[in-house]
């Protein structure tokens, strides 16, 4: 089947405008996370959901950031008056029921904040 | 909390050539250990995982990984790289319910011909 998809691929913004991010996951995963990848570092996990809850959102960093998923399926991960340090690489992944099981990305959203 | 060092940014092979990329990970119980590749302007695709048993874990694209506990380590091989592999790796760890994958900062690998 289909696999991760996300929209835009990419996006180009300026300081302090808001964005919104989508994430469809694959069908029937129950699991779904957000990962940032900025030039230069590693993947930055932000949030996991777990159906439409999210029980770690301890990686969101500020609260200018929120995620939300709604018919445990489709996400949206909303940047709030957006900074130039907002800009990176936005990757979604979903997995069949979060416990060990591997992680499926999309090719994430490139943001850039002007 | 569970950590993942790659110590390695960049490797440069030769085509033909053997390969092992490391990974190191700190984690107090049984981890839970991935390794994944990414390509420009892709999303990570999953190469091999362990969870339990055999130690020696065969992936797709003829790569395998070794889990060594003592060492805390779970490096990945392959006996003879392709210009097609060069790409970016990533080893990760992940623990339990929620599987919030820790991952290491990369390893960029470049094929020479």
């Known amino acids: 089947g289909a696999g991760v998809s996300q929209s835009p691929s990419n996006k180009v913004t300026e300081k302090g405008k808001d964005v919104e991010l989508r994430c469809d996951p694959i069908s029937g995963h129950t699991a779904l996370y957000w990962y940032r990848q900025s030039l230069g570092q590693g993947l930055e996990f932000l949030i996991y959901?777990?159906?439409?809850?999210?029980?770690?959102k301890s990686g969101l960093p500020s609260d200018r950031f929120s995620a939300e998923r709604t018919g445990g399926s489709v996400s949206t991960l909303t940047i709030q008056r957006t900074q130039q340090e907002d800009s990176a690489v936005y990757l979604c992944?979903?997995?069949?029921?979060?416990?060990?099981?591997?992680?499926?990305f999309g090719n994430g959203t490139r943001l850039t904040v002007t | 909390a569970q950590s993942v060092t790659q110590p390695d940014i960049h490797i440069t092979v030769s085509e033909g050539a053997s390969l092992e990329l490391r990974c190191n990970y700190s984690y107090g119980a049984t981890p839970y250990l991935f390794w994944y590749v990414q390509s420009p302007g892709q999303g990570l695709q999953l190469l091999l995982k362990?969870?339990?048993?055999?130690?020696l874990v065969q992936g797709i694209k003829g790569f395998e990984a070794e889990f060594k506990r003592s060492q805390s380590s779970f490096n990945l091989r392959k006996p003879s790289v392709h210009w097609s592999d060069a790409a970016e790796y990533f080893c990760a760890v992940g623990a339990g319910y929620g599987n919030k994958l820790v991952f290491g900062a990369g390893t960029i690998l470049r094929v020479k011909s």
């Open positions: 362990y969870f339990s048993g055999d130690t």
């Open positions: 992944a979903s997995s069949v029921d979060g416990y060990n099981s591997p992680l499926h």
């Open positions: 959901f777990q159906g439409n809850s999210a029980p770690d």
